[in-house]
T-cell receptor, first 112, second 116 residues
Framework: GENVEQHPSTLSVQEGDSAVIKCTYS??????FPWYKQELGKGPQLIID?????GEKKDQRIAVTLNKTAKHFSLHITETQPEDSAVYFC???????????FGTGTRLKVLA | KAGVTQTPRYLIKTRGQQVTLSCSPI?????VSWYQQTPGQGLQFLFE???????NKGNFPGRFSGRQFSNSRSEMNVSTLELGDSALYLC???????????????FGSGTQLSVL
């Protein structure tokens, strides 16, 4: 079945450094890839997304890249701040089954 | 604009009981999706409702069911609870069905269910 693998499961970075989270999807029909940030006690919040006809998208300190050939997409956070500490989820929308398949999450800790 | 509201925030039940969770979507949103979140498993899709009709469902046993009312509010029911049902249950709303041009999901804060 459809699957999204996400790595790493935990990531610690020093404040000001960059963080990269990677996801790999299995269904070649996937065409939309959102990223969610979940803070403690809250539901996931959409932070950035990318569609399959775009290779890269940037929003201030956050960027997402997509390699359709390799079925990889990544989240890049630059100049990390303590408030970036949270669990991040990637997801792939599969047009065949009309479902979002989520990765297992990455717990990011930004050390002050 | 109020966000997605889920009630209650916390529930403690014992094995064999049943439970009903409630979700009120963002005003104007007609699609409600339910997800189960467990540590290490990420978010697992349960089902999606649009205009009171179930449009899609995940791979969960029949003990998990849901419905949507005419005001778009949705309820999820789990019967004969098992220990493994302990999880955070998340509801997400969108303005159109999920299959409509990659509609974005807006999540509530979830209901934390503990089964003892």
């Amino acid at each position: 079945g459809e699957n999204v693998e996400q790595h790493p499961s935990t990531l610690s970075v020093q404040e000001g450094d960059s963080a990269v989270i990677k996801c790999t999807y299995s269904d070649s029909a996937s065409n939309y890839f959102p990223w969610y940030k979940q803070e403690l006690g809250k539901g996931p919040q959409l932070i950035i997304d990318i569609r399959s006809n775009v290779g890269e998208k940037k929003d201030q300190r956050i960027a997402v890249t997509l390699n359709k050939t390799a079925k990889h997409f990544s989240l890049h956070i630059t100049e990390t701040q303590p408030e970036d500490s949270a669990v991040y989820f990637c997801a792939a929308f599969t047009s065949g089954t009309y479902k979002y398949i989520f990765g297992t999450g990455t717990r990011l800790k930004v050390l002050a | 604009k109020a966000g997605v509201t889920q009630t209650p925030r916390y529930l403690i039940k014992t094995r064999g009981q049943q439970v009903t969770l409630s979700c009120s979507p963002i005003s104007g949103h007609r699609s409600v999706s339910w997800y189960q979140q467990t540590p290490g498993q990420g978010l697992q899709f349960l089902f999606e409702y649009f205009s009171e009709t179930q449009r899609n469902k995940g791979n969960f046993p029949g003990r998990f069911s849901g419905r949507q009312f005419s005001n778009s509010r949705s309820e999820m029911n789990v019967s004969t609870l098992e220990l493994g049902d302990s999880a955070l249950y998340l509801c997400a709303s969108s303005s159109r069905p999920v299959d409509a041009a990659n509609e974005k999901l807006f999540f509530g804060s979830g209901t934390q269910l503990s089964v003892l």
